[in-house]
């Protein structure tokens, strides 16, 4: 079965974005066993020189990967009629000269889909779409006319696979798209190659968190959760990891006197953080808004209980562990705190994770759906 996928955001290692909306690639990963998968990726980044348009082929993880960059110094009305051309181009070549047609477009956010569903209609392609976006649970908020593309494109689709319940459930309430009967939940991936259980020294009082340092991960509650817990248990630390300016966080730890058991980390590749996962104790998670955050399954994975804020599809994907409300500092401490005194079997954590979380468990549910629209 061929499959071209087409996503709004991909890895970019072009533009020095290795891990940017990463979980598109770990969906389409899964599927490597069960069909022959394509990727167009229309960059939102500008074209490095004078030229209207650059393209750049690959392949990466097994995976043919086409990613086009286009001016936007361009007028705009001229910069969109020209990309319809060069993307005209990319389907007769695709399918006349690769012979490579495609019996499912996979769109992986809708903004994508309103591209999408011309080539769908000139070439009789069924249409697919993923959908991870939290605009469509309320964050950020978008404008009623990008609500209006969205109902368009979820309706005209054959499936829809929203990555959590609470974000199928957003869907429908802002967009009014009748979608009921044509919707599965398929949560991320997880590249359990990486993340899994390994048996090594653990630090019982060590915290891990894997996080962009803005404010939609409302690190200063997560801080003054540790300072409260610290309170109780003394050698408490906080390992935290991910891409953004620490500077005004690390003001907010001296501010509460934990400047010294909290380590900001940076962004890591996938196998370091495995590896300190699997030398700590609690993942946690203060956001004030999420979707279905990989990190979870991939701290599941390895075996750790997961305290975090009861946001979008959060408490669908912990397995061991506890939520909280928002905004809760106490609450997020008095969780963390029982976590600390429970006994966790890691094993077992890790083999129901894997089971749940895995690429052969997701790249399954995906094939099935498109089994069933081609046989529609």
């Known amino acids: 079965m061929n499959i071209l996928h087409w996503p709004s955001s991909y890895p970019d290692p072009n533009r020095n974005q290795p891990f940017h909306c990463i979980f598109v690639e770990e969906h389409i990963r899964s599927l490597l066993p069960y069909s022959n998968n394509r990727v167009l990726y229309i960059s939102s980044e500008s074209t490095l020189r004078s030229k209207w348009h650059e393209r750049i082929d690959t392949e990466e993880h097994g995976i043919n990967v086409t990613r086009y960059y286009f001016n936007k110094r361009l007028n705009l009305q001229f910069l969109n009629f020209y990309i319809r051309l060069v993307l005209l181009s990319y389907f007769i070549n695709l399918v006349i000269f690769k012979k490579f047609k495609p019996q499912i477009i996979h769109i992986h956010f809708f903004t994508s889909g309103i591209w999408a569903n011309l080539y769908c209609k000139l070439l009789n392609i069924k249409m697919v779409v993923t959908e991870h976006w939290t605009a469509l649970i309320g964050y950020p908020l978008i404008s009623k006319r990008r609500l209006l593309g969205a109902k368009k494109v979820y309706e005209y689709a054959n499936w829809i696979l929203p990555v959590s319940t609470h974000l199928r459930d957003g869907i429908i309430e802002r967009t009014q798209a009748a979608i009921e009967n044509k ?73 509460l006197k934990i400047n ?40 599941h994975c390895c075996g750790l209980p997961v305290v975090a804020t009861n946001v979008g599809g959060v408490k669908e994907l912990i397995m061991e562990g506890a939520v909280v409300p928002p905004k809760s500092a106490e609450l997020l401490a008095e969780k963390i705190l029982e976590q600390l005194e429970k006994k966790v079997d890691k094993v077992a954590l890790s083999k129901r994770a894997q089971a749940h979380f895995s690429y052969n468990a997701i790249g399954q549910q995906i094939f099935e759906v498109y089994q069933n629209v081609c046989a529609e």
């Open 183 to 255: 919707n599965s939940i398929i949560h991320n991936a997880v590249n359990t190659d990486i993340f899994y259980y390994k048996p090594i020294q653990v630090n019982n009082n060590q915290l891990i968190t894997v996080i962009r340092l803005d404010e939609q991960k409302d690190i200063p509650t997560m801080l003054k959760a540790v300072a409260i817990a610290q309170k109780t248990c003394t050698h408490l630390t906080l390992k935290i990891i991910g891409g953004g300016n620490p500077n005004p966080f690390i003001d907010i730890a001296n501010q």
């Open 260 to 299: 010294s058991s909290v380590e900001f980390l940076g962004t890591l590749p996938k196998q370091k953080i495995a590896e300190l996962m699997n030398q700590s104790n609690i993942f946690i998670l203060s956001s004030i808004a999420e979707n279905s955050p990989c990190v979870i399954g991939e701290a």
